[in-house]
């Protein structure tokens, strides 16, 4: 079954202490990224990535890390997180084959920073 | 910002009505994407149009892209309770980015 799998999906942490959302697909999709989700804003691109170790910013990328030394994984790091980064946080991934690629995205991960 | 934004933000209808929404952008975007969001999850596909497509249809969804105005519409005919959701516009911009709009919130009355 085609998937976007991201981990965990429910998490409070305290300011500063580090994390790391994981997201893996199983498609064999070149392109992935990372969104939140907050009310009113809808949903808003932290990092993409076109291919391995090819990664660039969206539209919110500070305070956020990403890599891409494998094509299923893209990691989420927030080095030292801040309570305006609760939000709801989305991975997903595309094909780059052909335009008007369908996005498949993971069911979310809700972030809690006290 | 290069968000793209729907209308209405909420829209409440009795079942069996028909339930427009509309999305407009302001930057060009290849391929525009309508997604559907049951609370808290997360999103779905539900249909593309291309750049050079003007209306497609797919069950009860009826979408139209007008691109000069940078615009398009989703239209659910019939609506059913199920159908309450949260309904978006996306697409991938001339690069790499992708953007999606805040979103329409759709409650179907039974």
């Known amino acids: 079954e085609a998937q976007v799998t991201q981990n965990p999906r429910y998490l409070i942490t305290v300011t500063g202490k580090k994390l790391t959302v994981t997201c893996s697909q199983n498609?064999?999709?070149?392109?992935m990224s990372w969104y939140r989700q907050d009310p009113g804003l809808g949903l808003r691109q932290i990092y993409y990535s076109m291919n391995v170790e090819v990664t660039d910013k969206g539209d919110v990328p500070e305070g956020y890390k990403v890599s891409r030394k494998e094509k299923r994984n893209f990691p989420l790091i927030l080095e030292s997180p801040s309570p305006n980064q609760t939000s709801l946080y989305f991975c997903a991934s595309s094909f780059e084959g052909s335009p008007g690629n369908t996005i498949y995205f993971g069911e979310g991960s809700w972030l809690t920073v006290v | 910002s290069q968000q793209g934004e729907e209308d209405p933000q909420a829209l409440s209808i009795q079942e069996g009505e028909n339930a427009t929404m509309n999305c407009s952008y302001k930057?060009?975007?290849?391929?525009l994407q309508w997604y559907r969001q049951n609370s808290g999850r997360g999103l779905v596909h539900l249909i593309l149009?291309?750049?050079?497509?003007r209306e497609k249809h797919s069950g009860r969804l009826r979408v139209t892209l007008d691109t000069s105005k940078k615009s398009s519409s989703l239209l659910i005919t019939a609506s059913r309770a199920a159908d309450t959701a949260s309904y978006f516009c996306?697409?991938?911009?001339?690069?790499?980015?992708?953007?999606f709009g805040a979103g329409t919130r759709l409650f179907v009355k039974a």
């Open positions: 930057t060009s975007i290849n391929n």
């Open positions: 498609m064999n999709h070149e392109y």
């Open positions: 149009i291309r750049s050079n497509e």
């Open positions: 996306g697409g991938r911009l001339g690069g790499f980015k992708t953007i």
